[in-house]
C-alpha cells in the first residue's frame, strides 16, 4: 500500500505563492510519474500537472502553465507544485496521485494513489 501525505496549503491573496508537497510512501517513488490534481466546490476533479519518474518530462493545464511549477526530490520521495501568481480561481483542494507507470497522464484513471488533499484558497 502506497501512502500520500499533501501539505503546504492555506489562504493566500491573489498575486501570491503557495509551495505545496507530497511525500510517498515506498520504496520504488522514482518508478513512478506524480501528478497533481484539484477539485473546486461542484466541479469535477481537473488536471494541473504531471511529472515523470525520473523529473525529466513535465506537462501542464493550460491555465497554470507560466505559473505553477511541478518537481521532485526522488531520494526524498516527495513532489511538489510550486504555485506563483495565484487567482481566485486556483480555489479548490489539491490533490496530489502516483500514476500506474513511470510516464505522466492527464486523467484520473491513469493514477493508482492518492493522497487525501489539501485546500488551497486564493482572496482578490
Known amino acids: 500500500q502506497v501512502h500520500l501525505v499533501e501539505s503546504g496549503g492555506g489562504l493566500v491573496h491573489a498575486g501570491g505563492s503557495l509551495r505545496l508537497s507530497c511525500a510517498a510512501s515506498?520504496?520504488?517513488?522514482?518508478?513512478?510519474?506524480m501528478g497533481w490534481f484539484r477539485q473546486a466546490p461542484g466541479k469535477e476533479r481537473e488536471f494541473v500537472a504531471h511529472?515523470?519518474?525520473?523529473?525529466?518530462?513535465?506537462y501542464y493545464t493550460d491555465s497554470v502553465k507560466g505559473r505553477f511549477t511541478i518537481s521532485r526530490d526522488n531520494a526524498k520521495n516527495t513532489v511538489y507544485l510550486q504555485m506563483n501568481s495565484l487567482k481566485p480561481e486556483d480555489t479548490a483542494v489539491y490533490y496530489c496521485?502516483?500514476?500506474?507507470?513511470?510516464?505522466?497522464?492527464?486523467?484520473?484513471?491513469?493514477?493508482?494513489?492518492w493522497g487525501q488533499g489539501t485546500q488551497v484558497t486564493v482572496s482578490s
Open positions: 515506498g520504496r520504488t517513488f522514482s518508478q513512478y510519474a
Open positions: 511529472i515523470s519518474g525520473s523529473g525529466i518530462s513535465t
Open positions: 496521485a502516483r500514476s500506474i507507470g513511470p510516464s505522466g497522464r492527464s486523467t484520473p484513471g491513469g493514477y493508482a494513489y
